[in-house]
């Protein structure tokens, strides 16, 4: 087997910035009027969250972001039928 890559750090995460800039306030990026974003809590398991924080990083995206557009694939019919057969399993 090849070696594990090494864990990201913190300092791994600083050095990478903000995924995206963020909208100035009371805008949106579309340009419309921003809409108060919904706060949700997730509990994950350890190696739940190492495969997010770790895919995040890799992708420079927040985790925030990845989980939006896990959220959005939710929309297309195959995917959302592999989650639903996947958590009934």
């Known amino acids: 087997m090849s070696a594990a890559k090494a864990k990201p750090t913190a300092a791994d995460r600083l050095r990478r910035g ?20 919904v706060r949700v809590t997730v509990d994950l398991t350890p190696a739940d969250y190492e495969v997010l ?18 959220i959005r694939l939710l929309g297309d019919d195959s995917v959302s039928n592999q989650v639903r057969s996947s958590v009934t399993q």
């Open 53 to 70: 924080r770790d895919f995040a990083h890799d992708a420079r995206m927040s985790h925030a972001d990845v989980l939006r557009v896990l």
């Open 18 to 37: 903000g995924p995206i800039e963020q909208p100035h306030a009371g805008r949106s990026v579309s340009g419309g009027v921003r809409v108060k974003p």
